[in-house]
């Protein structure tokens, strides 16, 4: 879905620093599109000094990798995604305008999701039902799951921008919303191990390019629901209309029971979709802050807002196959 086709009478920005391999390529659609694009870097607040007048932040950027925490250079990730928060709210405030803010699932502590008790079953792990935990239900986490505990510099930084961004709402009389997201995937992502994984999972079969099952015994059982990008336009398209009334909060946003997947499952639908069933190894060592199960509760923004995941696994990963293969050329490397 075209956010230009959309609303043909907005001008649309967007803002990104391309470090990630293969972004570059979106520039050409997005231009197309009639979007301007600014190469810029939400941690330099003179790369956001802009000629235009901002009256929505969509405020999507994000070291998303959890991993990225754990290494040797802990100030990158909080430069940008807490320091870079910052400067966007900075803006938002200097312009007066309205904020949607992509947060993420991992706010809520790996610890304690791991301790909600879990079957194994032939493709998957499974949560057992009649626990009695605040927050969740075998239909997932809800935002009244606690925040208390370690959740990766990745987690951490993006609760503590939630935070300002409340406190900004509050002092300087914004608008805006969180919506804390699930597992993303879709055409364009350019998808690796350590984010984006079933987009990557899809990419590897395309390309016939190895793959591994990495911790909880190496099976490839961990699960994660998965949210379609127009899915979430979808939801992002409601809030724009009735950001008045909402304003203030906070929707935990996935794929759901209606969309999640294991690694096993995945690995069997794409090679069923791509026809290449490909090496996959295994590494028995969990990484640090990996969780077994993450499915989101959507009661709270379907009841509020009347929004819900309308694709299903099958055709996420479909749609996925149908971007890589007219792009296989420019794929191929950075895949």
Partial sequence: ???????????????????????????????????????????????LLLKYKIDLLLECSAEPSVLAGFGDNPPYIINTNLTGTVNCLELARKNRSDIIFLSTSRVYPYDKINEIKTIETQTRFEWLGNQRICGWSRQGITEDFTIQG????????????????????????????????????????????????FTHWVLAHYFKKELCYIGFGGKGKQVRDLLHIDDLFELIDLEIDRLPEISGAIYNVGG???SNLSLFEASRICAKITGNKIKIGKDLKTRPADIRIYITDNSKVRSELGWFPKRNPIQILSDIYDWIRPNAGQLKDIS
């Fill in 150 to 197: 370690p959740k990766s510099l990745y987690g951490a930084t993006k609760l503590a921008s939630e935070l300002l961004l409340l406190e900004y709402l509050h002092n300087y009389g914004l608008k805006g919303v969180i919506n804390r997201c699930g597992v993303i995937a879709g055409p364009w992502q350019f998808g690796k191990v350590d984010q984006g994984v």
């Fill in 1 to 47: 879905m075209s956010l230009k086709r959309k609303y043909p009478k907005v001008r649309i920005i967007g803002l990104d620093n391309l470090k990630r391999r293969g972004s570059e390529l979106n520039i050409p659609r997005l231009k197309n599109e009639g979007i301007i694009f600014l190469h810029a870097d939400i941690r330099a607040p003179e790369d």
């Fill in 256 to 258: 759901g029971r209606k």
